[in-house]
Protein backbone atom coordinates (compact mmCIF):
# COMPACT_ATOMS: atom_id res chain seq x y z
CA UNK A 1 0.00 0.00 0.00
CA UNK A 2 1.62 2.95 -1.05
CA UNK A 3 2.09 6.02 1.65
CA UNK A 4 -0.50 8.93 1.67
CA UNK A 5 1.89 11.68 3.28
CA UNK A 6 2.56 13.35 0.23
CA UNK A 7 0.40 14.65 -2.83
CA UNK A 8 1.23 15.74 -6.06
CA UNK A 9 0.40 19.34 -5.69
CA UNK A 10 2.02 19.95 -2.81
CA UNK A 11 2.34 19.03 1.03
CA UNK A 12 -0.38 16.63 3.31
CA UNK A 13 -3.00 18.48 5.34
CA UNK A 14 -4.06 15.38 6.26
CA UNK A 15 -3.25 14.53 10.39
CA UNK A 16 -0.76 13.15 11.20
CA UNK A 17 -0.43 9.11 12.48
CA UNK A 18 -0.16 8.68 16.01
CA UNK A 19 1.82 5.52 16.65
CA UNK A 20 2.61 4.67 20.33
CA UNK A 21 5.28 1.81 20.54
CA UNK A 22 4.93 -0.30 23.49
CA UNK A 23 6.45 -3.78 24.32
CA UNK A 24 8.60 -5.83 27.35
CA UNK A 25 11.38 -4.82 28.52
CA UNK A 26 14.15 -5.52 26.20
CA UNK A 27 12.38 -5.73 23.72
CA UNK A 28 13.96 -2.63 21.26
CA UNK A 29 11.24 -0.41 21.61
CA UNK A 30 14.01 2.80 21.85
CA UNK A 31 16.04 1.12 18.88
CA UNK A 32 13.02 0.81 17.35
CA UNK A 33 12.02 4.66 17.19
CA UNK A 34 15.53 5.82 16.74
CA UNK A 35 14.90 3.56 13.32
CA UNK A 36 12.00 4.85 12.41
CA UNK A 37 12.97 8.23 13.32
CA UNK A 38 15.94 8.20 11.07
CA UNK A 39 13.84 6.60 7.83
CA UNK A 40 11.43 9.28 7.88
CA UNK A 41 14.33 12.45 8.59
CA UNK A 42 15.78 10.43 5.37
CA UNK A 43 12.79 11.37 3.50
CA UNK A 44 12.80 14.60 4.68
CA UNK A 45 15.98 14.83 3.69
CA UNK A 46 14.89 13.84 0.41
CA UNK A 47 11.82 16.09 -0.43
CA UNK A 48 12.18 19.01 2.35
CA UNK A 49 9.32 20.92 0.50
CA UNK A 50 6.46 17.69 0.70
CA UNK A 51 7.91 16.12 3.70
CA UNK A 52 7.95 17.34 7.47
CA UNK A 53 10.24 15.26 9.99
CA UNK A 54 8.14 13.54 12.58
CA UNK A 55 7.23 14.80 16.00
CA UNK A 56 8.63 13.03 18.56
CA UNK A 57 7.73 12.48 22.24
CA UNK A 58 9.80 10.11 25.02
CA UNK A 59 7.18 9.47 27.92
CA UNK A 60 10.27 7.20 29.48
CA UNK A 61 11.45 9.17 33.04
CA UNK A 62 13.57 6.52 33.99
CA UNK A 63 16.09 6.41 30.99
CA UNK A 64 19.16 8.29 30.94
CA UNK A 65 19.46 8.80 27.77
CA UNK A 66 17.83 8.23 24.30
CA UNK A 67 19.28 7.57 21.31
CA UNK A 68 17.40 10.60 19.37
CA UNK A 69 15.76 14.38 19.55
CA UNK A 70 12.45 14.29 21.10
CA UNK A 71 10.76 17.80 21.34
CA UNK A 72 8.42 16.27 24.32
CA UNK A 73 10.67 14.47 26.73
CA UNK A 74 9.28 13.96 30.09
CA UNK A 75 12.23 14.55 31.75
CA UNK A 76 12.10 18.32 30.85
CA UNK A 77 9.13 18.35 33.19
CA UNK A 78 9.55 15.60 35.85
CA UNK A 79 12.73 14.70 37.54
CA UNK A 80 12.05 10.73 38.08
CA UNK A 81 14.41 10.45 40.94
CA UNK A 82 13.30 13.57 43.01
CA UNK A 83 10.03 12.22 42.60
CA UNK A 84 11.23 8.81 43.53
CA UNK A 85 12.83 10.44 46.75
CA UNK A 86 10.23 12.76 47.74
CA UNK A 87 7.19 10.40 47.69
CA UNK A 88 9.36 7.41 49.37
CA UNK A 89 8.96 5.65 46.34
CA UNK A 90 10.85 2.26 44.15
CA UNK A 91 11.27 2.12 40.94
CA UNK A 92 8.00 1.39 39.26
CA UNK A 93 6.25 3.90 41.66
CA UNK A 94 8.36 6.51 40.81
CA UNK A 95 7.62 5.87 36.80
CA UNK A 96 3.72 5.75 37.52
CA UNK A 97 3.63 9.11 39.52
CA UNK A 98 5.99 10.74 37.30
CA UNK A 99 3.38 9.83 34.54
CA UNK A 100 0.66 10.67 36.36
CA UNK A 101 2.08 13.99 37.22
CA UNK A 102 2.88 14.13 33.66
CA UNK A 103 -0.63 13.53 32.61
CA UNK A 104 -2.24 16.54 34.60
CA UNK A 105 -0.74 18.98 31.81
CA UNK A 106 -1.81 16.69 29.21
CA UNK A 107 -4.00 19.67 27.81
CA UNK A 108 -0.55 21.72 27.67
CA UNK A 109 1.02 18.88 25.50
CA UNK A 110 -1.74 18.12 23.32
CA UNK A 111 -2.09 22.15 22.54
CA UNK A 112 1.59 21.75 21.13
CA UNK A 113 0.89 18.78 19.49
CA UNK A 114 -2.37 20.56 17.81
CA UNK A 115 -0.45 24.05 17.26
CA UNK A 116 2.60 21.75 15.74
CA UNK A 117 1.02 19.06 13.41
CA UNK A 118 -2.40 20.06 12.45
CA UNK A 119 -3.11 22.58 10.11
CA UNK A 120 -3.95 26.06 11.27
CA UNK A 121 -6.13 28.79 9.39
CA UNK A 122 -4.92 31.19 7.96
CA UNK A 123 -3.57 34.70 8.96
CA UNK A 124 -4.95 37.68 8.04
CA UNK A 125 -2.03 39.44 6.17
CA UNK A 126 -1.54 42.50 3.80
CA UNK A 127 1.01 40.57 1.36
CA UNK A 128 -0.52 40.00 -2.06
CA UNK A 129 1.34 36.64 -2.31
CA UNK A 130 1.29 34.50 1.19
CA UNK A 131 3.93 32.37 1.11
CA UNK A 132 3.33 27.87 1.00
CA UNK A 133 1.89 26.02 3.63
CA UNK A 134 4.56 24.16 5.69
CA UNK A 135 4.51 20.38 5.39
CA UNK A 136 3.09 19.12 8.42
CA UNK A 137 4.35 15.95 10.30
CA UNK A 138 3.11 13.11 8.82
CA UNK A 139 3.87 10.88 11.75
CA UNK A 140 4.22 11.23 15.83
CA UNK A 141 6.03 8.78 17.67
CA UNK A 142 5.82 8.27 21.19
CA UNK A 143 7.98 5.93 23.25
CA UNK A 144 6.85 4.29 26.42
CA UNK A 145 8.49 2.99 29.82
CA UNK A 146 10.23 -0.61 29.57
CA UNK A 147 7.46 -1.48 32.13
CA UNK A 148 4.58 -2.18 29.75
CA UNK A 149 2.02 -2.45 32.59
CA UNK A 150 2.88 0.81 34.31
CA UNK A 151 1.86 2.40 31.00
CA UNK A 152 -0.83 0.18 29.80
CA UNK A 153 -2.97 -0.34 33.11
CA UNK A 154 -2.50 2.99 34.58
CA UNK A 155 -4.74 5.67 34.73
CA UNK A 156 -2.47 8.35 33.15
CA UNK A 157 -2.04 5.87 30.18
CA UNK A 158 -5.84 5.83 29.70
CA UNK A 159 -5.75 9.66 29.58
CA UNK A 160 -2.95 10.04 27.66
CA UNK A 161 -4.03 7.51 24.92
CA UNK A 162 -7.60 9.02 24.95
CA UNK A 163 -6.22 12.55 24.33
CA UNK A 164 -4.04 11.64 21.21
CA UNK A 165 -6.96 9.71 20.23
CA UNK A 166 -9.55 12.21 19.89
CA UNK A 167 -7.51 14.57 18.39
CA UNK A 168 -5.14 12.14 15.77
CA UNK A 169 -5.09 8.92 14.49
CA UNK A 170 -3.80 6.48 16.73
CA UNK A 171 -2.38 3.52 16.31
CA UNK A 172 -0.29 0.94 18.49
CA UNK A 173 2.87 -1.04 17.90
CA UNK A 174 3.22 -3.31 19.87
CA UNK A 175 7.16 -4.60 19.75
CA UNK A 176 7.77 -8.52 20.12
CA UNK A 177 11.63 -10.00 20.77
CA UNK A 178 11.22 -12.22 18.40
CA UNK A 179 14.58 -14.77 19.16
CA UNK A 180 13.39 -15.02 22.56
CA UNK A 181 9.48 -15.17 21.78
CA UNK A 182 9.96 -18.10 19.40
CA UNK A 183 12.57 -19.82 22.06
CA UNK A 184 9.55 -21.83 22.94
CA UNK A 185 5.85 -21.77 22.62
CA UNK A 186 4.81 -20.32 26.24
CA UNK A 187 6.55 -17.44 25.85
CA UNK A 188 4.92 -17.11 22.33
CA UNK A 189 1.56 -17.48 24.06
CA UNK A 190 2.31 -14.84 26.76
CA UNK A 191 3.36 -12.06 24.23
CA UNK A 192 -0.04 -12.90 22.00
CA UNK A 193 -1.95 -12.85 25.18
CA UNK A 194 -0.33 -9.27 26.50
CA UNK A 195 -0.84 -8.20 23.14
CA UNK A 196 -4.56 -9.15 22.84
CA UNK A 197 -5.08 -7.73 26.51
CA UNK A 198 -3.84 -4.24 25.02
CA UNK A 199 -5.92 -4.51 22.55
CA UNK A 200 -9.14 -4.54 23.75
CA UNK A 201 -8.20 -2.38 26.90
CA UNK A 202 -7.22 0.56 24.72
CA UNK A 203 -9.67 -0.30 21.83
CA UNK A 204 -6.96 1.20 18.73
CA UNK A 205 -5.68 -0.18 16.12
CA UNK A 206 -2.52 -2.27 16.52
CA UNK A 207 0.31 -3.42 14.54
CA UNK A 208 2.58 -6.70 15.78
CA UNK A 209 6.19 -5.65 15.33
CA UNK A 210 8.52 -8.78 15.27
CA UNK A 211 12.15 -7.12 15.76
CA UNK A 212 15.62 -8.62 15.85
CA UNK A 213 15.22 -10.24 12.14
CA UNK A 214 18.54 -9.91 12.03
CA UNK A 215 18.96 -12.04 14.82
CA UNK A 216 15.97 -14.77 14.20
CA UNK A 217 13.51 -14.52 11.25
CA UNK A 218 10.03 -13.99 12.01
CA UNK A 219 8.34 -16.78 9.75
CA UNK A 220 8.37 -19.31 12.33
CA UNK A 221 6.27 -16.86 14.57
CA UNK A 222 4.05 -15.79 11.65
CA UNK A 223 3.09 -19.40 10.49
CA UNK A 224 2.33 -20.25 14.48
CA UNK A 225 -0.23 -17.36 14.63
CA UNK A 226 -1.40 -18.02 10.95
CA UNK A 227 -1.11 -22.04 11.14
CA UNK A 228 -2.84 -23.89 13.96
CA UNK A 229 -1.17 -27.44 12.91
CA UNK A 230 1.96 -25.70 13.03
CA UNK A 231 1.61 -24.14 16.87
CA UNK A 232 0.52 -28.04 17.49
CA UNK A 233 3.54 -29.61 16.13
CA UNK A 234 6.05 -27.14 17.97
CA UNK A 235 4.11 -27.77 21.18
CA UNK A 236 4.45 -31.29 20.66
CA UNK A 237 8.00 -31.43 19.83
CA UNK A 238 9.10 -29.47 22.59
CA UNK A 239 7.26 -31.75 25.14
CA UNK A 240 9.11 -34.61 23.57
CA UNK A 241 12.42 -32.34 23.53
CA UNK A 242 11.49 -32.06 27.34
CA UNK A 243 11.16 -35.41 28.18
CA UNK A 244 14.31 -36.79 26.25
CA UNK A 245 16.05 -34.31 28.08
CA UNK A 246 14.69 -35.65 31.45
CA UNK A 247 13.55 -32.58 32.63
CA UNK A 248 10.12 -34.50 33.61
CA UNK A 249 6.79 -33.62 31.43
CA UNK A 250 7.57 -30.54 30.58
CA UNK A 251 4.95 -28.28 28.66
CA UNK A 252 3.03 -31.34 28.93
CA UNK A 253 -0.34 -31.93 31.49
CA UNK A 254 -1.75 -28.57 32.24
CA UNK A 255 0.27 -26.50 30.42
CA UNK A 256 -0.18 -28.15 27.62
CA UNK A 257 -3.45 -28.08 27.34
CA UNK A 258 -3.77 -24.88 28.10
CA UNK A 259 -1.63 -23.78 25.50
CA UNK A 260 -3.57 -25.68 22.80
CA UNK A 261 -6.95 -24.18 23.96
CA UNK A 262 -5.22 -20.73 23.79
CA UNK A 263 -4.49 -21.27 20.16
CA UNK A 264 -7.52 -21.98 19.00
CA UNK A 265 -8.81 -19.17 20.84
CA UNK A 266 -6.66 -16.94 19.50
CA UNK A 267 -7.19 -17.79 15.75
CA UNK A 268 -9.94 -15.01 15.39
CA UNK A 269 -7.74 -12.64 17.67
CA UNK A 270 -4.54 -13.42 14.87
CA UNK A 271 -7.03 -12.66 12.15
CA UNK A 272 -7.82 -9.00 13.07
CA UNK A 273 -3.88 -7.89 13.31
CA UNK A 274 -1.53 -6.58 11.22
CA UNK A 275 2.11 -8.27 11.39
CA UNK A 276 5.44 -7.14 10.16
CA UNK A 277 8.89 -8.16 10.51
CA UNK A 278 11.73 -5.58 11.29
CA UNK A 279 15.33 -5.69 12.05
CA UNK A 280 16.33 -2.68 14.09
CA UNK A 281 19.78 -2.72 13.61
CA UNK A 282 19.53 -2.58 9.51
CA UNK A 283 16.23 -1.15 8.43
CA UNK A 284 14.66 -4.15 7.08
CA UNK A 285 11.14 -4.08 7.23
CA UNK A 286 11.12 -0.65 7.86
CA UNK A 287 8.70 0.58 4.59
CA UNK A 288 6.60 -2.61 5.29
CA UNK A 289 5.89 -1.27 8.67
CA UNK A 290 4.92 2.16 7.52
CA UNK A 291 2.63 0.69 4.89
CA UNK A 292 0.78 -1.70 7.44
CA UNK A 293 0.53 1.80 10.14
CA UNK A 294 -0.97 3.77 6.28
CA UNK A 295 -3.98 0.90 6.52
CA UNK A 296 -4.05 0.98 10.36
CA UNK A 297 -5.13 4.67 9.67
CA UNK A 298 -7.93 3.94 7.13
CA UNK A 299 -9.01 1.42 9.62
CA UNK A 300 -8.76 4.18 12.55
CA UNK A 301 -11.15 6.51 10.05
CA UNK A 302 -12.98 4.41 9.62
CA UNK A 303 -14.18 1.92 12.47
CA UNK A 304 -12.61 3.46 15.10
CA UNK A 305 -13.27 7.06 15.16
CA UNK A 306 -16.99 6.30 14.77
CA UNK A 307 -17.01 4.30 17.98
CA UNK A 308 -15.02 7.16 19.60
CA UNK A 309 -17.41 9.28 18.65
CA UNK A 310 -20.02 7.63 19.95
CA UNK A 311 -18.45 6.45 23.54
CA UNK A 312 -17.65 10.36 24.36
CA UNK A 313 -21.68 11.36 23.26
CA UNK A 314 -22.85 8.16 25.70
CA UNK A 315 -20.20 9.90 28.12
CA UNK A 316 -22.30 13.40 27.74
CA UNK A 317 -25.47 12.00 27.99
CA UNK A 318 -24.61 10.39 31.11
CA UNK A 319 -23.36 13.18 32.32
CA UNK A 320 -26.24 14.94 31.46
CA UNK A 321 -28.46 12.34 33.28
CA UNK A 322 -26.45 12.82 36.35
CA UNK A 323 -26.91 16.21 36.43
CA UNK A 324 -30.94 16.06 35.54
CA UNK A 325 -31.33 13.45 38.86
CA UNK A 326 -28.97 15.66 40.65
CA UNK A 327 -31.82 18.21 40.61
CA UNK A 328 -35.05 16.34 40.62
CA UNK A 329 -33.18 15.02 43.83
CA UNK A 330 -32.45 18.30 45.06
CA UNK A 331 -35.88 19.76 44.40
CA UNK A 332 -37.49 16.52 45.25
CA UNK A 333 -35.69 17.42 49.13
CA UNK A 334 -37.34 20.90 49.03
CA UNK A 335 -40.57 19.98 48.87
CA UNK A 336 -40.15 17.38 51.68
CA UNK A 337 -38.81 20.13 53.28
CA UNK A 338 -41.36 22.62 52.93
CA UNK A 339 -44.07 19.85 53.46
CA UNK A 340 -42.85 19.16 56.55
CA UNK A 341 -42.65 22.56 58.36
CA UNK A 342 -46.53 22.76 56.87
CA UNK A 343 -45.88 25.48 53.95
CA UNK A 344 -47.03 23.82 51.28
CA UNK A 345 -49.36 25.63 48.50
CA UNK A 346 -51.75 26.09 50.95
CA UNK A 347 -49.52 26.69 53.86
CA UNK A 348 -51.43 25.53 56.66
CA UNK A 349 -52.47 22.48 55.31
CA UNK A 350 -55.59 21.11 55.68
CA UNK A 351 -58.81 22.74 56.48
CA UNK A 352 -60.17 22.26 60.50
CA UNK A 353 -63.23 20.92 60.75
CA UNK A 354 -64.33 23.71 62.95
CA UNK A 355 -66.37 26.29 61.86
CA UNK A 356 -65.08 25.05 58.24
CA UNK A 357 -62.60 27.95 58.66
CA UNK A 358 -58.36 26.72 57.56
CA UNK A 359 -56.33 25.55 60.71
CA UNK A 360 -53.87 28.14 61.02
CA UNK A 361 -50.10 27.41 61.66
CA UNK A 362 -48.14 29.31 64.58
CA UNK A 363 -46.43 32.72 63.13
CA UNK A 364 -42.58 32.15 62.61
CA UNK A 365 -42.13 35.73 62.03
CA UNK A 366 -43.43 39.53 62.86
CA UNK A 367 -44.96 40.12 59.57
CA UNK A 368 -46.29 36.42 59.54
CA UNK A 369 -48.23 37.57 62.80
CA UNK A 370 -49.72 41.14 61.72
CA UNK A 371 -50.61 39.05 57.95
CA UNK A 372 -52.66 36.85 60.29
CA UNK A 373 -54.09 39.56 62.78
CA UNK A 374 -55.05 41.34 59.48
CA UNK A 375 -57.20 38.54 58.20
CA UNK A 376 -58.62 37.33 61.33
CA UNK A 377 -60.26 41.13 61.68
CA UNK A 378 -61.46 41.03 58.34
CA UNK A 379 -62.83 37.63 58.99
CA UNK A 380 -64.53 38.81 61.89
CA UNK A 381 -66.11 41.71 60.00
CA UNK A 382 -67.75 39.48 57.58
CA UNK A 383 -69.36 37.01 60.34
CA UNK A 384 -73.58 37.03 60.35
CA UNK A 385 -73.23 37.81 56.29
CA UNK A 386 -73.78 36.08 52.75
CA UNK A 387 -70.86 34.66 51.77
CA UNK A 388 -68.42 36.10 49.32
CA UNK A 389 -68.16 33.26 46.22
CA UNK A 390 -64.76 35.16 45.40
CA UNK A 391 -63.57 34.80 49.53
CA UNK A 392 -62.63 31.19 49.07
CA UNK A 393 -60.39 32.22 45.90
CA UNK A 394 -58.54 35.45 47.99
CA UNK A 395 -57.79 33.10 50.97
CA UNK A 396 -56.24 30.21 48.98
CA UNK A 397 -54.11 33.40 47.05
CA UNK A 398 -53.56 34.82 50.62
CA UNK A 399 -52.32 31.60 51.72
CA UNK A 400 -50.04 30.84 48.82
CA UNK A 401 -48.21 33.96 49.07
CA UNK A 402 -47.74 33.00 53.13
CA UNK A 403 -46.49 29.57 52.13
CA UNK A 404 -44.48 31.58 49.95
CA UNK A 405 -42.87 34.09 52.55
CA UNK A 406 -42.34 31.37 54.93
CA UNK A 407 -40.02 28.85 52.19
CA UNK A 408 -38.17 32.18 51.37
CA UNK A 409 -37.38 33.13 55.29
CA UNK A 410 -36.32 28.98 56.57
CA UNK A 411 -33.93 29.20 53.31
CA UNK A 412 -32.59 31.91 54.53
CA UNK A 413 -32.62 30.94 58.22
CA UNK A 414 -30.43 27.72 57.08
CA UNK A 415 -27.85 29.68 55.18
CA UNK A 416 -27.64 32.72 57.02
CA UNK A 417 -28.58 32.31 60.95
CA UNK A 418 -31.08 33.61 62.95
CA UNK A 419 -30.32 37.00 62.34
CA UNK A 420 -30.94 37.02 58.71
CA UNK A 421 -34.77 35.72 59.30
CA UNK A 422 -35.41 39.33 61.66
CA UNK A 423 -33.75 40.86 58.46
CA UNK A 424 -35.98 39.30 56.01
CA UNK A 425 -39.14 40.10 58.17
CA UNK A 426 -38.16 43.56 58.11
CA UNK A 427 -37.78 43.74 54.33
CA UNK A 428 -41.15 41.88 53.73
CA UNK A 429 -43.23 44.33 55.67
CA UNK A 430 -41.43 47.97 54.47
CA UNK A 431 -42.13 46.17 50.49
CA UNK A 432 -46.13 45.56 51.83
CA UNK A 433 -46.27 49.34 53.40
Not at 40 to 50: A, R
Not at 282 to 311: I, N, S
Request: hydrophobic share 35%; with cysteine.
Amino acid sequence: MASSTTSSTGPSQQPPVAVICVGMAGSGKTTFIQRINAHLHEKHQQSPSTTAPPYVLNLDPAVRSVPFDSNIDIRDSVNYKEVMKQYNLGPNGGILTSLNLFSTKIDQVMGILEKRCLPQPPQPTTEPQQPPPKPLPSHILLDTPGQIEVFVWSASGTILLSALASSFPTVIAYIIDTPRTTANTSTFMSNMLYAISILYKTRLPMILVFNKTDVKDESEAVEWMRDFEAFQAALRKEEEDMVEGGSGSGGGGYMGSLLNSMSLVLEEFYNALSVVGVSSMTGEGVEGFFEAVEGKREEFERDYKPELARRRAEAETQKTQVREQEVSRMMGDMAVSSKAKGTGRYGAGAAGKSGGRPRREEPETVSDAEAMDEDESEEGEEEGGLEDPDDEEMTEDAMFEEGLKARYEAALREQQGPAASVRSAEYIKRSQG
